[in-house]
T-cell receptor, first 110, second 118 residues
Framework: DAKTTQPPSMDCAEGRAANLPCNHS???????VYWYRQIHSQGPQYIIH???NNETNEMASLIITEDRKSSTLILPHATLRDTAVYYC???????????FGKGTRLSVIA | DTAVSQTPKYLVTQMGNDKSIKCEQN?????MYWYKQDSKKFLKIMFS???????INETVPNRFSPKSPDKAHLNLHINSLELGDSAVYFC?????????????????FGPGTRLTVL
């Protein structure tokens, strides 16, 4: 699985958009980009995934560059409850285990 | 109606003991996993089972033995517990690939079991 690189931490003001970047320059053509988050000691929670196209769901939007070497997770209106560690993972999906990196610790500030 | 459940939530035990952690999923998924999150918060895969069969064992000591009595359960038995086994253990499940191999398969995680070995 391709390795991903994320900033270790970020801050975001409550109510503003949180933009979390991820580099995955070695991603292969059949690997998806997944985003998960882990809120203080809870189990990781799936947020969104994409292959080539930008994706949006009720939680977030995922913007993938045309060359697929990087992506950005957007939380449009961050709340205090979005404070968590966010993991960007490149993987083949299906029954392939996830390879977690260090993630980005997002702190949403009131 | 919890999707992936684990018991117990907390487990405190002495070195050398044998303990088990249970995991159940009611999502009808074919694949289940055990992950370990150590004190530095790194989350790593330990095992993966598909339809009760072991498909991945990531260089985990033989003291760790997963057991899958049926597709909905994946239990983790640990023999001769050591201090270094202290961690949070997460169970997860995901649907299998489609016949075309294209299903991304998000994983659903349980709440975790915090194991402390004294």
């Amino acid at each position: 699985d391709a390795k991903t690189t994320q900033p270790p931490s970020m801050d975001c003001a409550e109510g503003r958009a949180a933009n979390l970047p991820c580099n995955h320059s070695t991603i292969s053509g059949n690997e998806y980009v997944y985003w998960y988050r882990q809120i203080h000691s809870q189990g990781p929670q799936y947020i969104i995934h994409g292959l080539k196209n930008n994706e949006t769901n009720e939680m977030a939007s995922l913007i993938i560059t045309e060359d697929r070497k990087s992506s950005t997770l957007i939380l449009p209106h961050a709340t205090l409850r979005d404070t968590a560690v966010y993991y960007c993972i490149a993987g083949r999906g299906g029954n392939t285990p996830l390879v977690f990196g260090k993630g980005t610790r997002l702190s949403v500030i009131a | 109606d919890t999707a992936v459940s684990q018991t117990p939530k907390y487990l405190v035990t002495q070195m050398g003991n044998d303990k088990s952690i249970k995991c159940e999923q009611n999502l009808g998924h074919d694949t289940m996993y055990w992950y370990k999150q150590d004190s530095k918060k790194f989350l790593k895969i330990m095992f993966s089972y598909n339809n009760k069969e072991l498909i991945i064992n990531e260089t985990v000591p033989n003291r760790f033995s997963p057991k899958s009595p049926d597709k909905a359960h994946l239990n983790l038995h640990i023999n001769s517990l050591e201090l270094g086994d202290s961690a949070v253990y997460f169970c997860a499940s995901s649907p299998a690939r489609t016949s075309g191999g294209g299903l991304p398969g998000e994983q659903f995680f349980g709440p975790g079991t915090r194991l402390t070995v004294l």
